[in-house]
């Protein structure tokens, strides 16, 4: 009896300090998309957990080629680097980042080359894109006490609120002509909501009728079509008659509709891991274009293979 009280205490205390437990596995999460204007290539931003450990000062942005899933980093620093956006014309990244301190907005050529400061101040900054003319950008700040929304020439200059509203606004999307924007507004009870406002901010509607999380809008180039989320699967919505919605992938979280509309990047997967895959805009013939492998490789932190 006593040998065997002696061996289960033995096991138990092997137990619980973990000597017998699996180790982590090394994973990959993405954390946003860009498609560049030519259709060829994505930018993102990603995160390597090394054996299943979260240091958010890695997240970093590189990109992919959609046709031969060639990777290419983009940026390698010690400190959050994320939600890099292409400009119009594909030459230049905007992206938020907390290189100088807390999180700014930046541009950058698109090989990461010569980045440039466009916002100097103590609070976060951060979701930034370009119009459709490359003129502006669109972001969001806690510079006045809430999270707004607000807007800047693509030089930094002329930095103007746009939302004044008592919750939290997120992920703002400009519209193909540059007329409308669309973001979500989170109210703090897991009802996050959609809104369409014209490109200064005024005449906000609600387009959304789920009460339930309804975010990351994405919209089609033709003006008529948004994707978005709504409670883990990606749906479109008619601009022009949001009751309009429909199912078109199922269990993803986060979609963007390619420059000519004919094709979806989404990332499939759940926290801690994921991949970007791609399919026609009808939701058919889905593809894999990352290697989880490869990208461990290239944004490896502390050396992990």
């Known amino acids: 009896m006593k040998i065997y009280l002696i061996s289960m205490l033995s096991f138990l205390v092997v137990f619980a300090s973990g000597q017998n437990t699996k180790p982590k596995e090394t994973t990959v999460f993405y954390n946003s998309l860009s498609w560049c204007a030519d259709g060829k290539t994505l930018c993102f931003s990603v995160i390597v957990l090394d054996s299943g450990v979260f240091d958010k000062r890695h997240w970093e942005i590189g990109s992919v080629d959609i046709k031969t899933g060639k990777l290419i980093r983009i940026t390698k ?101 540059g007329q409308k924007i669309v973001y979500y507004y989170e109210k703090g009870d897991n009802k996050d909501q959609l809104y369409i406002a014209d490109s200064d901010g005024k005449n ?61 990047a989404f990332k499939k997967g759940s926290w801690p891991s994921n991949d970007i895959w791609i399919c026609d805009s009808d939701g058919s013939n889905q593809v894999q274009i990352t290697d989880t492998r490869q990208v461990i490789s290239l944004f490896a932190i502390s050396g992990s293979k």
């Open 77 to 177: 620093n010690e400190v959050d680097d994320d939600w890099p956006a292409y400009s119009p014309d594909g030459k230049k990244l905007v992206f938020q980042s907390e290189r100088d301190g807390n999180a700014q907005i930046y541009v950058m050529n698109a090989d990461g080359r010569h980045p440039q400061r466009l916002t100097n101040n103590g609070f976060a900054e951060f979701h930034p894109v370009w119009s459709p003319d490359g003129k502006k950008i669109l972001f969001v700040s806690t510079r006045d006490g809430n999270q707004e929304l607000y807007k800047m020439n693509a030089d930094g200059s002329d930095q103007v609120r746009l939302t004044t509203s008592p919750f939290k606004e997120f992920n703002p999307q400009w519209s193909p002509d």
């Open 204 to 264: 906000a509607v609600k387009i959304s009728s789920d009460s339930t999380h309804n975010y990351y809008p994405s919209w089609a180039p033709d003006g008529k079509t948004i994707i978005y989320t709504m409670s883990g699967n990606v749906c479109t919505l008619n601009v022009n008659n949001p009751a309009d919605k429909k199912l078109l992938l199922k269990g993803i979280s986060y979609a963007k509709y390619s420059p000519d509309g004919k094709k979806i």
